[in-house]
């Protein structure tokens, strides 16, 4: 029973561009979410902690939209070295990680 | 960087050997899970464990083992390798004290990559 949907990707921007992704939930009784990045054949990593009405850490935005139950990353001026999975691991189930989305930066 | 380790972090083995993948953590944690991944699939729960002596079986069903002895340590174990074994194996570790149970950060092992023959 997946209660997270991520947009299906995947996503080939050019170096410099801004790409945003969206996390869509069904658990409305959540309290905080998460974005995790993946490379290639590596362990997913903690991108951003997303709590309350959002945070930014230099280029990387993520907000959270109660009313539509979604949460979003925004990346701007893309780099090469962003390129990766995108994870959004189901609110409320630390078990639950989802398909991801697929981001490859061209130069 | 997270301190949670994994060893073999490559294995190639033949079938019907038992075989135990190693992970350890010295954050404290009390939560452990094994995840198994294949290239370009999702992260599928096998295993996971709330503290000492507690450990559940994920959703994915599985023919491996797990023993929680130790706060640090989760190994896990597959008596009779097979081929369809074959995958990623993860483990990783988060911990409950201080957040919203079930949304703690995962902190996630460099992985175990298995090949059985």
């Known amino acids: 029973r997946k209660e997270v949907e991520q947009d299906p990707g995947p996503f080939n921007v050019p170096e410099g561009a801004t790409v945003a992704f969206n996390c869509t939930y069904s658990?409305?009784?959540?309290?905080?979410f998460f974005w995790y990045r993946q490379d290639c054949r590596k362990e997913p990593k903690l991108l951003m902690s997303v709590y309350s009405s959002g945070n930014e850490d230099g280029r990387f935005t993520a907000q959270l939209n109660r009313a539509s139950q979604y949460i979003s990353l925004l990346i701007r001026d893309s780099k090469l070295s962003d390129s990766a999975t995108y994870l959004c691991?189901?609110?409320?189930?630390?078990?639950?990680f989802g398909t991801g989305t697929s981001l490859t930066v061209i130069p | 960087e997270a301190d949670i380790y994994q060893t073999p972090r490559y294995l190639v083995i033949g079938t019907g050997k038992k075989i135990t993948l190693e992970c350890s953590q010295t954050?404290?944690?009390?939560?452990m899970y094994w995840y198994q991944q294949d290239p370009g699939m999702e992260l599928h729960l096998i295993h996971y464990?709330?503290?000492?002596?507690?450990?559940e079986k994920g959703d994915l069903s599985s023919e491996s083992t797990v023993s929680r002895i130790r706060t640090e340590h989760f190994p896990l174990t597959l008596e009779s390798a097979r081929p369809s074994h074959t995958s990623q194996y993860l483990c990783a570790s988060s911990d409950s004290s201080g957040g919203v149970r079930g949304q703690e950060t995962q902190y996630f092992g460099p992985g175990t990559r298995l090949l059985v023959l």
């Open positions: 691991p189901e609110p409320g189930n630390q078990f639950y």
């Open positions: 658990n409305s009784a959540s309290q905080s």
């Open positions: 954050m404290g944690h009390d939560k």
């Open positions: 464990s709330y503290g000492v002596n507690s450990t």
